[in-house]
């Protein structure tokens, strides 16, 4: 294969990327922790990535998403620069043509896609409060000292189910410790932390929304079979997760790429970026009562771009 598309999601919590092929295949993917320095791990996937693919591989398209998307769509002049609900929708209708409904839980944030006939005409995020996303599970998992990758199967092995309060993780946190001081078994009270993870999920995100079958779950979460469980319980219907659901996001951008480089030419600056040094900074602008803040991205001394100005004064839009 030496051809192929090459996508990147950057959120808060973790950095995404896959090469796919001209049908849309995944020929490789990574999963890295943000860790706090988009950066430097956004370097560290082109690395990983192009230590893996054929040296020979030309990039025909490249696309990124993710709450840092245009900064990653800087560093590696990418051809498009989309938000996550198009990439994850248009990731997900290319591979389950027949999907209506998109959950997806993310590290920091969660949101809900409707689809109808491939097309997405409604969604709703969660970006205000942490509760029942990947971060307050890892922090709980971390308390209770149990691998974060054994938290779902512990809640499948409960033997009853204890309600947890879960529309703030406070208050969550609060509420296992003392189900915990009352005797209640570790596994109880995770299988309990599932059905608040669910419940504060369709009372707040998925709120008014109209969920039908084919439902996919995909983002961090999905891993989690306690919480899958939980959503089939609560919502009565079968739940499908994607074999990448932790890179859908990623393969969305690379797809969008595609599209729009119609596989002739990109401007992708190759892998060779993760060598690259880049650096930021964020001033404010005093030109007007707006005070601007504005961020500057800088490849070695060179400024490369510049956003957050109202008046195009610094960014020239």
């Not at 109880?188 to 995100?205: E, M």
């Amino acid at each position: 294969m030496h051809e192929g598309f090459l996508g990147i999601d950057v959120g808060s919590i973790s950095t995404k990327g896959v090469v796919i092929d001209r049908d849309y295949r995944v020929v490789a993917y990574r999963y890295l922790r943000t860790q706090g320095n988009p950066i430097n791990s956004i370097r560290q996937l082109l690395k990983e990535l192009g230590s893996e693919v054929d040296s020979r591989l030309r990039i025909l398209g490249a696309g990124t998403t993710g709450s840092a998307r245009r900064l990653a769509g800087v560093m590696i002049q990418a051809d498009i620069v989309k938000n996550e609900i198009i990439a994850h929708a248009v990731a997900a209708g290319t591979y389950y043509p027949d999907v209506q409904t998109v959950l997806e839980i993310g590290g920091q944030d969660s949101k809900i896609i409707i689809l109808r006939d491939g097309i997405p005409v409604d969604f709703a995020m969660n970006t205000v409060c942490a509760a029942g996303t990947g971060s307050f599970l890892d922090h709980q998992a971390a308390r209770l000292q149990i691998p974060i990758e054994e938290f779902g199967t512990r809640a499948l092995r409960a033997q009853n189910r204890v309600s947890i309060a879960g529309r703030c993780t406070v208050f969550a946190e609060s509420d296992m410790i003392h189900k915990a001081q009352l005797g209640v078994p570790t596994d109880d009270i995770i299988a309990g932390l599932c059905d608040a993870i669910v419940r504060n999920y369709l009372n707040t995100v998925a709120k008014g929304k109209e969920i039908r079958p084919r439902i996919l779950f995909q983002g961090g979460v999905a891993a989690n079979v306690g919480v899958r469980a939980a959503f089939e319980r609560a919502l009565g219907q079968e739940i499908t997760v994607p074999e990448y659901f932790l890179v859908m996001g990623a393969i969305g951008a690379a797809i969008l790429a595609a599209e729009a480089t119609s596989g002739q030419a990109s401007r992708f600056a190759g892998f060779e970026v993760a060598q690259t040094e880049f650096a930021t900074r964020v001033f404010e602008c005093d030109g007007c009562p707006n005070r601007c803040e504005v961020v500057e991205t800088f490849r070695a001394a060179e400024v490369i771009d510049r956003y957050g100005d109202r008046c195009g004064k610094w960014s020239g839009n």
